[in-house]
């Protein structure tokens, strides 16, 4: 086990498989979110263009699914940790709400949040106060229909994407937790980070598509890998 101290500057990637304990579907796992619906009709500008309600109602249902889970153990447990080692910051590609619940800070949503909402006519980013409809209106700009959910298709640009590569050239262990590694940029951040000499962790259910690119692995559920994995490392944590 690497010793660490506890400014070493530590970068978490999590995906969907975090979440999964808590009831929210994946993407890919069977049974998961592109089984039951075509990523090309929900999930791109093309397919809103096309059909906004369909995608409306698609992120409003996920949305209303938050009401209805919690944090698991595993955010939690990043959450306590985390907030003690001042230098690591959460990266997370998902849009649930479950990491800020669980009351994490330094926490970056790469992908946006079911709880955001954008107008396409200002740019005013805002949290979303009931279901989005095409006739939402956009409190700022007094726009109707504008109001999209702040959330990154396939084919946009994901957020804070100059902050999370700086985070990267700078960690000393990066984490990757619950993602297939099947989409980038977010697959290629381990290989990133150990190029900049990164301790790199892969904790999931199973090898990822880019498991090659961790130094470290550990499989298993994540409320039962991540809470050992982080015991183990605080021991290590001068
Ligand atoms: N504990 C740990 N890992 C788990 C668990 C669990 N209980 N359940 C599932 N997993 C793992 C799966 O083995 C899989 O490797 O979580 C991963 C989930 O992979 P995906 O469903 O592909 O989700 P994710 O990696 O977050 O997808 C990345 O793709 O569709 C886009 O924008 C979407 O952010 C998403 C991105």
Redesign the pocket.
């Known amino acids: 086990m690497h010793t660490y101290n506890k400014n070493t500057p530590i970068v978490v990637l ?5 979440s ?2 808590s009831g929210l579907a ?4 069977n049974d ?3 089984e039951n619906h075509r ?1 090309e009709d929900v ?1 791109t500008p093309e397919a809103y263009a096309r059909d906004p309600e369909m995608v409306h109602r698609f992120y409003n249902h996920r949305r209303q699914q938050l009401t209805e889970v919690q944090p698991n153990s ?1 955010h939690v447990c990043l959450a306590k940790y985390m907030n003690n080692l001042p230098n690591s910051w959460l990266i997370t ?3 649930d709400d479950l990491h800020q619940r669980a009351g994490s800070e330094r926490l970056l949503h790469m ?1 946006g949040s079911l709880t955001l909402q954008r107008c396409t006519a200002c740019d005013q980013v805002g949290a979303v106060a009931a279901d989005l409809r095409t006739d939402s209106l956009c409190e700022t700009c007094q726009s109707v229909g504008s109001v999209r959910p702040h959330i ?1 298709w ?1 084919g946009e640009m994901p957020l804070y994407m100059e902050q999370i590569y700086q985070l990267l050239e700078q960690c000393e262990l990066f984490l990757s ?7 980038y940029p ?1 697959a290629g951040f381990a290989q990133i980070a150990a190029a900049a000499g990164a301790h790199t962790v892969e ?4 090898p ?1 598509d880019v498991s090659f690119a961790f130094a470290e692995s550990h499989y ?4 039962e ?1 991540v809470p050992a994995y982080f015991k183990k490392l605080v021991a290590f944590t001068d």
Do not use: Y
């Open positions: 999590t995906g969907a498989g975090i999964a304990e994946t993407f890919r796992d998961g979110l592109w990523m999930a595993a590609q998902n849009v992908h990154v396939f937790i619950g993602t297939s590694g099947a989409v977010a904790l999931n259910l199973v990822s298993g559920k994540a409320t890998i």
